[in-house]
């Protein structure tokens, strides 16, 4: 399985960005997805997940109401729409295909990993 993470860029505080994820492999589909981040000098955090369906989703308390997770399992695709966008969100963005078809949340739950994808908002 391998997972392509594209997207990120320059955007000022405010706007907006679309993270696309596009996961080789037959399994994608029961597979739940998630998206996690890491700012210089930080741990990785969980960000967003959503499971196998689509059905459930989890979003970490500072992004809830301007992030959405969604994903195209024909398309074999996950996105991060990216909204009001703060310069705490700085960070290389990750995406990662869990084991379980349920969302999960942690690092260790997930088994397989992008390659990651710089966001950057300026103030």
């Known amino acids: 399985v391998q997972l392509q993470a594209s997207g990120g860029g320059l955007v000022q505080a405010g706007g907006s960005l679309r993270l696309s994820c596009t996961v080789s492999g037959r399994t994608f589909s029961s597979r739940a997805m998630g998206w996690f981040r890491q700012a210089p000098g930080k741990e990785r955090e969980s960000v967003a997940a959503i499971s196998g369906s689509g059905g459930s989703t989890y979003y970490e308390d500072s992004v809830k109401g301007r992030f959405t997770i969604s994903r195209d399992n024909a398309k074999n695709t996950v996105y991060l729409q990216m909204s009001s966008l703060k310069p705490e969100d700085t960070a290389v963005y990750y995406c990662?295909?869990?084991?379980?078809?349920?969302?999960?949340?942690?690092?260790?739950?997930?088994?397989?990993w992008g390659q990651g994808t710089l966001v950057t908002v300026s103030s």
């Open positions: 990662a295909a869990a084991s379980a078809i349920v969302v999960v949340t942690k690092l260790g739950e997930y088994r397989y």
